[in-house]
C-alpha cells in the first residue's frame, strides 16, 4: 500500500562528510504534474550517478508539496535532480543551484 508522503524528507548521506561549515539545503517540492511522482532522486552535479530514492517506496500526489532536506555535508550548491511518475514518465533537471532555489516544481 503506498503512502502519501506529506513530511519533510530527510537525506542523510549522499556522500562522506565534509567539513563542518557545510549547511543543510532545504527547499519545497511541488508536484504540479498530473501523475503521482513515485521516485525522486537529487544528486550532485558532480556525480555521474543518482543517488538513492527519497521517496523510499512512497509518492507524492499531484497538487502536493514537501520539504526537502539535503543534509550530505557537502558543501556544493549545484544538484541534478530526476522524478519518476506512476504513468512511467520521467523528468530530469541538471546544474540546479539549490541554495537559490528554494522550490522546485514538477509538471507535465
Not at 39 to 47: H, Q, R, T, V
Not at 56 to 70: H, K, Q, R, T
Not at 95 to 100: E, K, V
Request: glycine share 10%; net charge negative.
Amino acid at each position: 500500500m503506498k503512502t502519501l508522503i506529506s513530511a519533510a524528507l530527510v537525506l542523510g548521506a549522499l556522500a562522506v562528510h565534509s567539513p563542518a561549515q557545510a549547511e543543510d539545503l532545504e527547499f519545497l517540492l511541488y508536484n504540479d504534474s498530473s501523475s503521482d511522482l513515485v521516485e525522486f532522486n537529487i544528486s550532485p552535479a558532480s556525480s555521474g550517478d543518482w543517488e538513492n530514492d527519497l521517496l523510499e517506496g512512497g509518492y507524492l500526489a499531484p497538487g502536493y508539496e514537501i520539504g526537502v532536506d539535503i543534509a550530505d555535508g557537502l558543501t556544493t550548491c549545484i544538484y541534478d535532480i530526476r522524478g519518476i511518475f506512476a504513468d512511467g514518465s520521467e523528468a530530469e533537471d541538471f546544474g540546479l543551484n539549490l541554495c537559490d532555489l528554494g522550490e522546485y516544481t514538477f509538471t507535465d
